[in-house]
């Protein structure tokens, strides 16, 4: 496998693409806004994303939501118009459980492979070549193409069937969101009844509270810095598919649920393109209490 083909150069899709590149691929890029698809330097930008179909023999999306993949998927100059035996179908972005089946449905009637292999790792690990992949499908499609995995990630994990990519990945960002909130509340809590932040820090990042989350989204938080890794909104559309799926499955997350309210109460507060760790926000406003570093002594 020599040809790669990727739809989709924006906050994630630009680093996975510019890795292929440097790991000696031939890069074949489409993006809605043509500017960011130029940017990927040493790829080849493409018109549509039907073309990646006879330039490239796996080819992955990396978009924003359902909406963002259907376009470039189905649309009239879409990749399922061109697509055939000869490729290999690779989802990254995080989409829907039942719109992944959609796809996974319309690859098997052409005879076409299909993997759903969201990724984790943020734009640092976009950049640093080290996601990792949860993925649907069959482990011999991953095989094949594992040269172009591997130049974009460190870890691989086979999660079941079609689908079932995308359902590992729903449940892990919820559960991040859910930590991200409870040690932000550990945080504030201990803030408000006067213990310094840097003795917080030395207590809960040394005991059972630790947690990875925290531990990369804190350090910008404590100096104000939301620059967006993964966008707040993002995250709000995943805890939406979030909710989609607990009302399928008849579940009660009580937890989950209530996070849930918080990440759009989040959005419906914050109109800037900040990182979701601007949840932050919606806590220190409603206790009157600010993380950041002058609560250190």
Request: aromatic residues 6%.
């Given at each position: 496998?020599?040809r790669v ?17 440097k ?7 489409y ?28 080819i ?39 719109f ?10 052409k ?18 070549g080290?996601?990792?992949f ?14 172009a995995?591997?130049?974009?990630g ?41 213990v ?14 630790k ?33 989609s ?15 849930i ?5 989040s959005?419906?507060g ?12 919606l ?13 250190s002594?």
């Amino acid at each position: 496998m020599e040809r790669v083909g990727f739809a989709g150069t924006g906050t994630m899709g630009f680093g996975m693409s510019a890795n292929l590149v440097k790991a000696g691929f031939k890069v074949f890029v489409y993006n809605r806004t043509r500017a960011k698809a130029q940017a990927v330097a040493g790829a080849t930008v493409v018109n549509t994303p039907s073309e990646l179909c006879d330039k490239a023999e796996v080819i992955f999306t990396c978009v924003s939501n359902d909406a963002a993949l259907r376009d470039v998927l189905f649309s009239a100059n879409g990749i399922i118009s061109a697509v055939s035996q000869k490729n290999i179908l690779v989802d990254s972005s995080t989409t829907s459980v039942d719109f992944t089946a959609e796809i996974a449905g319309k690859c098997r009637e052409k005879g076409v492979e299909f993997l759903d292999a969201p990724v984790t790792g943020s734009k640092k690990g976009a950049e640093e070549g080290t996601l990792m992949f949860m993925f649907g499908g069959g482990k011999d499609a991953f095989e094949k193409c594992r040269p172009a995995f591997e130049a974009m990630g460190k870890r691989f994990v086979h999660c079941g069937p079609n689908t079932y990519g995308q359902r590992m990945k729903i449940a892990l960002n919820t559960t991040m969101a859910m930590l991200l909130e409870g040690y932000l509340e550990g945080v504030v809590f201990a803030l408000k009844n006067g213990v310094p932040l840097d003795a917080i820090h030395e207590v809960l990042d040394n005991s059972g509270a630790k947690c990875g989350v925290a531990s990369a989204k804190m350090p910008a938080i404590i100096v104000r810095s939301f620059e967006p890794h993964f966008l707040l909104e993002l995250m709000n559309k995943d805890m939406k598919l979030a909710e989609s799926e607990i009302k399928r499955l008849g579940l009660q997350l009580p937890l989950a649920q209530e996070v849930i309210k918080i990440l759009q109460q989040s959005v419906d507060g914050n109109p800037g393109k900040e990182d979701w760790s601007a949840i932050t926000k919606l806590l220190e406003g409603r206790n009157n209490v600010k993380i950041d570093s002058h609560a250190s002594s």
